[in-house]
């Protein structure tokens, strides 16, 4: 059964490769809730998708519009799906382990070895300078 909407090659793909079934997925249309008054309070256009197999539930209020709405949820349904399957190996654990590797304090060691590159280099720039000629 083909996805009720038109996502791109890249997420059809990775959809496929979790094994997301288009019918497995109930979709809801409710009203948003916070900021922006009463088009926010008269309309349905946040949508909520359930994945019915693992229980996961995805919300997108981020568009005015329904459909744009819509397009994010099934979007982040199948990341959040994704990230289940595969765990490790999913793109959004790559990128958190990425920036946690980023942010980590260097050890000793290295920060020695580094510090004295650093002298090093120190070393050779000030053996450049020129010597005055009085």
Known sequence: MP????????????????????EDVRENF?????????KVNKTAST???????T????RSQ????????????WKLLILKIEERVK???????????????QKARRSRKSKEKMLQEKHQHGTIKEMRQSIDAD
Request: glycine letters at 10%; hydrophobic letters at 30%; aromatic letters at 6%.
């Open 3 to 22: 996805f009720p909407i038109e996502l791109s090659p890249e997420y059809q793909e990775k959809a496929h490769g979790v094994g997301l079934r288009p």
């Open 55 to 58: 229980e996961i539930i995805v």
């Open 30 to 38: 409710i009203r948003g809730t916070g900021h922006g008054g009463q």
């Open 87 to 101: 765990g490790r190996e999913s793109k959004l654990q790559q990128e958190i382990y990425k920036i946690r590797k």
């Open 47 to 53: 949508v909520q998708l359930v994945h019915q197999p």
């Open 62 to 73: 981020r568009f005015r519009e329904q459909h744009l709405n819509r397009l994010d949820a």
